[in-house]
Every structure is written in C-alpha cells, then in structure tokens.
C-alpha cells in the first residue's frame, strides 16, 4: 500500500502515514501536533500551495469565505461540522478571500462562500453558495467517487 501524504496544519511540514495506520492518530514528525484535529484549518495562499502540492492519498477541501459574508458565517460551523465525517479521506482548510485575494483570483472564485475540492493537487469539483454539513460530505463524497481523466 502507498503511505498518504499529509501537511501539519500547525509547522506545514509534510508527514507520510502508512495507509495501514488509522490517520486520524497520527502526530506531525516536527512539531508533535495532530495531523488531522476534527477542525478546519486556516490558511494563507502560500500554505494552500503547500497542501496542494504535498498532499498524497487524501483530497483537499477549501472553503473560501469572507469575515463580511453573511452566508460564508452561516456555512462556517457546517464546514467545522464536515470535517469530523470527512477526515482524514479529505483536508478541510480556510482562505479567507480578502486576505488572499491573488489566490482567490488564480482559483478563479467569482462568488463566496465557495468550496474547491483537490485531488492530486488539480481542482476535480466547485461549488458557490452555502450548503450545509451534510450536503458539503455528500457534494464531497460524490465528487471523489467520480473517476479523474
């Protein structure tokens, strides 16, 4: 089995875990911290490139929001919410869009709340608007479940 490939929210360093290993318990080989903490982690555009590219056996989730939204401040707890059903198959990360407005520009994000799912890096599914846990685990799930060209 291939190890998976998983970037510490708290250093960003990169960590491989055994697919036979249950992820979930795994602790980041720099700093000691969890690898996966049922939570959404915040990021910049720098450190979403990082998740992007080293990220290996899991997808990653971003939920791209604004603190002025009314709908990204509804869907925030939803996201939170998804993450305990998502992790470790799925990184649940945060970019706030106008701190990161480059890297919202080059994911190409005309409207927020907005979710970009990543598999090996490339974006296989978007989806604007807010939606709710169960509807972000099965947008997601239906997402993977669909074969990459």
Sequence with gaps: MTP???????????NRSPAERDALKAKCGRCG???????PADVSGEALKV????TQGAAVLVDVWAPWCGPCRTMGPQFAAAAAALEPTVRLLKLNADEEGATTA??????????????DGQIV??????????????WTTQ?????TA
């Design 106 to 119: 080059e994911l190409g994000v005309s409207g927020i709340p907005a979710l970009i799912l990543f598999r």
């Design 125 to 138: 599914a978007r989806q604007a608007g807010a939606m709710t846990a169960n509807q972000i685990v099965a």
């Design 4 to 14: 998976r490939q998983f970037v510490c929210p708290s250093c960003g360093a990169t």
């Design 33 to 39: 911290e969890p690898l996966f903490t049922g939570h």
């Design 51 to 54: 998740h992007r590219r080293a």
């Design 143 to 147: 997402a993977l479940a669909r074969p």
